[in-house]
């Protein structure tokens, strides 16, 4: 028998899911249904969960990393469910959590059986979609955690001497981590246009083109 818990905070899709899992066959027990991690943490059990089904998108302060953390001393294994895989914050929290995840357009009976089966059993599912975000990533340009720190103040459209005071950096060095940054977008295959020898122009087009690939700007590696 595999537990189930399932947590989302609107109330009729959670119990929608698990009318689904009830469906499918007596391999399964839904344990519960819960509106947040937190009172699913708070309630006593009548079994150990093995599998959570966790919503990706909740209210203010409830982050799917943070409830991810927030679900380890439970031992379960998480399965997030989201109607929007393009979100980056899931491939964002997939590079850190060994978490499952899968759409809800996608759950036909059998789906949702062959994937609560293989999380059970420790195993791992991706949605293909999400999936591509993480090869893609593989791709992208290698930077060191500073000049991240100063890519995503350069692409708010901060200007680099602006960024300096904001890091408590000289120019000099601002200047310097943008022409290393320029220098390790065209090694990984993204030339950058040079409509000017300016820094400030630099920045702009060094920021254009991270949204443009789709760098993982709020990416705190």
């Given at each position: 028998m595999i537990t189930v818990a399932i947590v989302d905070d609107d109330k009729y899709v959670r119990e929608g899911l698990a009318d689904h899992v009830r469906r499918l066959s007596d391999e399964f027990q839904v344990l519960g249904t819960f509106g947040s991690t937190a009172r699913l943490l708070g309630c006593e059990m009548s079994a150990p969960v093995d599998v959570v089904m966790l919503?990706?998108?909740f209210g203010p302060g409830q982050q799917l990393d943070e409830n991810v953390r927030a679900l380890r001393p439970l031992g379960a294994r998480i399965l997030?469910?989201?109607v929007d895989t393009g979100r980056s914050e899931i491939a964002h929290v997939l590079r850190r959590h060994h978490i499952s995840v899968?759409?809800?357009?996608?759950?036909?009976?059998d789906v949702l059986r062959s994937v609560l089966l293989l999380v059970a059993r420790g195993g791992r599912h991706v949605d293909p979609r999400v999936q591509g975000q993480l090869d893609a990533a593989l791709k992208m340009p290698r930077l060191t955690r500073r000049q991240d720190e100063v890519l995503r103040l350069i692409v708010t459209g901060m200007p680099p001497?602006?960024?300096a005071q904001t890091l408590h950096l000289t120019q000099a060095v601002v200047y310097q981590y943008l022409e290393d940054m320029e220098r390790r977008f065209v090694e990984a295959g993204f030339p950058l246009r040079r409509d000017g020898e300016s820094t400030r122009k630099?920045?702009?087009e060094l920021s254009r083109k991270a949204i443009e690939i789709?760098?993982?700007i709020?990416?705190?590696r």
């Open positions: 919503d990706v998108i997030a469910v989201t899968v759409c809800k357009e996608d759950l036909t009976d001497k602006i960024v630099r920045a702009w789709g760098y993982p709020d990416d705190h």
